[in-house]
């Protein structure tokens, strides 16, 4: 039975997924799909070309036992195959913005970064974020590089900025969070009022008591670490809130810089493929509306690994 328009394929590892994909698409072009418009995602480049060759395969064997008039069809289907949408998910998300991208002001003619020139440039951009802010008087900024040391806030920065790409999410999602952690450690501030005021809101030396008594096995309000409920665990989301209001901040300028540094370029990462991808099928209608018609199915292959 041929398969619904607008299908999407999933095939996950155990389930003799490259079989079950290239059958698929066989199957497809069989019950008159056009080969063009069936899209197969891949997860490396490697294997992209492997589904290609074993679709060719299967193609050349099925045409073995086909009489020579039953072979134009798949000749055809042999010519073509070359050109059909059989790619990494980096790949076809790439050839939809180089094809589209003007309506997002994206440069068609962009390069691509892999993900260790990413990374560079991603930590070029940390670092002078934090000395500018600090060279400028940032005092937030100069506490968190005090408390963190300059590789701690780099790490920080880059794998919260990858984390909320992997979430697809922005700098905005990331403050109002962290904010709604400032009221949420707000509002359990009475209950541990005693415990704060006796060390005169110091949270450095409840820390240090705590270790304290713990070294010494005595008992102590403190003790108990690992439920919500207790007091330390309250004092350390009321001490952590402020540090995330302020590195969400940071992270916000930072995201600013690299972007910029990649704008200048006209260059795109992994992430931005992704991302920049979702946003132009989710906001501009035409080029939405111009996918959907032009293709017809979606093959995924290891489909445990897209996020």
Not at 8 to 21: D, E, H, N, P
Not at 289 to 295: A, D
């Amino acid at each position: 039975m041929p398969l619904a328009k607008n299908t999407v394929v999933r095939a996950s590892a155990g389930t003799g997924k490259t079989y079950k994909l290239v059958s698929t698409w066989v199957e497809l072009v069989e019950s008159g799909a056009d080969p063009l418009r069936i899209v197969a995602v891949t997860f490396t480049e490697k294997a992209a070309a492997d589904m290609r060759s074993r679709i060719r395969d299967a193609i050349v064997e099925r045409m073995k036992t086909l009489t020579p008039a039953e072979h134009g069809k798949w000749t055809r289907v042999l010519t073509l195959l070359p050109a059909a949408p059989i790619n990494t998910i980096h790949g076809f998300c790439g050839k939809l913005l180089r094809e589209n991208g003007l309506h997002t002001e994206i440069d068609p003619s962009f390069s691509i970064l892999d993900e260790q020139r990413s990374f560079d440039l991603a930590r070029e951009a940390a670092v002078d974020t934090i000395r500018n802010e600090i060279r400028d008087g940032n005092e937030k900024v100069a506490e968190l590089f005090a408390d963190f040391g300059l590789d701690g806030l780099v790490d920080i920065l880059i794998r919260t900025a990858y984390w909320m790409n992997s979430l697809g999410k922005d700098t905005t999602w990331l403050r109002e969070k962290a904010a709604l952690q400032v009221e949420a450690a707000e509002a359990m501030r009475a209950g541990v009022a005693a415990h704060l005021e006796k060390f005169e809101g110091d949270f450095e030396r409840i820390g240090l008591y705590a270790d304290e008594q713990d070294a010494r096995k005595a008992r102590h309000p403190f003790k108990k670490r690992d439920d919500p409920d207790e007091p330390l665990p309250r004092i350390g989301q009321i001490a952590g809130a402020r540090v995330a209001v302020e590195l969400a901040e940071l992270t916000h300028l930072f995201v600013q810089s690299f972007n910029s540094r990649k704008r200048g370029a006209n260059i795109l990462d992994f992430d931005d493929l992704l991302l920049k991808t979702r946003d132009l099928l989710r906001d501009v209608a035409d080029v939405r509306r111009r996918c959907q018609k032009q293709f017809e199915t979606v093959l995924v292959d290891e489909f445990q690994d897209t996020d």
